[in-house]
């Protein structure tokens, strides 16, 4: 459960850490790079959701039956 | 594993403190925690799920029941529960109708599950009337 707890934090922190380096990068007038920040950070946490949902869906064929 | 409600009513109420902050930054990564937290009760639910599943088909093979009748009411249920939480994700999102096309999906696929116990409760009541 920690472990998963952990993870809560961790898109949090990715979420408002891409935030502040957005409005640097934007200050610093490179729009394009910030726009890519964003998408590396949104793919992350994509990723990390991605896996639990595969994982809660793994558990629910098992426990329903599912072939 | 047993898992206290209040560890659950925890997680989700710091959850929500962080959804919140996270939506002024980023909405869309607000959304993504939304959807891990509610994938993560969902996990923690599903070990006491697997303990009253075991319990009916511990019940149902005592009572020599047809394999086949208690396979598909699981599996129901299971189609149930996860057109409920992908609905409800997606209605979070704004999008309403998606929403109701998964639920209606849903509720089909039973429907077809259900064929052949329907077959067979028609076949027997045709049985009856012929006698």
Avoid: C
Wanted: net charge negative.
């Amino acid at each position: 459960m920690s472990l998963d707890v952990n993870t809560i934090f961790q898109i949090a922190g990715i979420g408002i850490i891409v935030a502040m380096i957005q409005t640097v990068l934007k200050q610093m007038g490179k729009d394009d790079w910030a726009q890519w920040v964003t998408l590396i950070g949104f793919v992350v946490i994509l990723y990390m959701v991605a896996t639990l949902i595969n994982d809660l869906f793994e558990k629910i064929r098992e426990v329903f039956l599912f072939q | 594993m047993t898992i206290d409600i209040l560890q659950i009513v925890g997680l989700g109420l710091v959850a929500t403190f962080i959804v919140l902050i996270l939506k002024e930054q980023k909405p869309s990564l607000a959304f993504l925690l939304s959807i891990f937290v509610g994938a993560l009760i969902f996990l923690y639910l599903i070990d006491q799920i697997k303990l009253v599943m075991d319990m009916l088909i511990e019940i149902a093979s005592s009572a020599h029941l047809n394999n086949v009748y208690v396979e598909t009411i699981l599996k129901i249920i299971g189609i149930a529960y996860i057109a409920e939480f992908g609905a409800q994700i997606t209605r979070d999102a704004g999008e309403g109708a998606l929403a109701s096309k998964i639920e209606l999906a849903g509720k089909v696929l039973i429907l077809v599950l259900a064929i052949p116990i329907m077959k067979a409760v028609i076949q027997t009541i045709i049985g009856l009337i012929s006698q």
